[in-house]
């Protein structure tokens, strides 16, 4: 059974930088990505950062300012976040995709991110 604990999250001024970190009781290697997905209030679910096939891809409004790295011996992810802005609040989700089922996910409870300006 896979499961995705967040920790990290808090409250914070604009301009500061949190560190939110996912611990996966598989091994993430396994997986064809992992990543970390923002939901701010009311609206939907959205990429934020992933690293899938060596590489990493982030939303461009986290670019320069969020950096996600993974430990495949600890099976931990990291989103190092950096210059945060209130656009920044909400729930923040760890991720893993499988490569089979083509498309199956897997879900962390969620740590809240709020950003006061």
């Known amino acids: 059974q896979v499961q995705l604990v967040e920790s990290g999250g808090g409250l914070v001024q604009a301009g500061g930088s949190l560190r939110l970190s996912c611990a996966a009781s598989?091994?993430?290697?396994?997986?064809?990505?992992v990543g970390w997905y923002h939901q701010a209030p009311g609206k939907q679910r959205e990429l934020v950062a992933q690293?899938?096939?060596?590489?990493?891809v982030y939303a461009e409004s986290v670019k320069g300012r969020f950096a996600i790295s993974s430990d495949n011996a600890k099976n931990t992810v990291v989103l190092q976040m950096n210059s945060l802005k209130p656009e920044d609040t909400g729930a923040y989700y760890c991720?893993?995709?499988?490569?089979?089922?083509?498309?199956?996910?897997?879900w962390g409870q969620g740590t809240q991110v709020t950003v006061s300006s």
């Open positions: 991720n893993l995709e499988a490569h089979f089922p083509a498309g199956r996910m897997y």
């Open positions: 598989v091994s993430i290697v396994s997986f064809k990505a």
């Open positions: 690293i899938t096939g060596g590489r990493t």
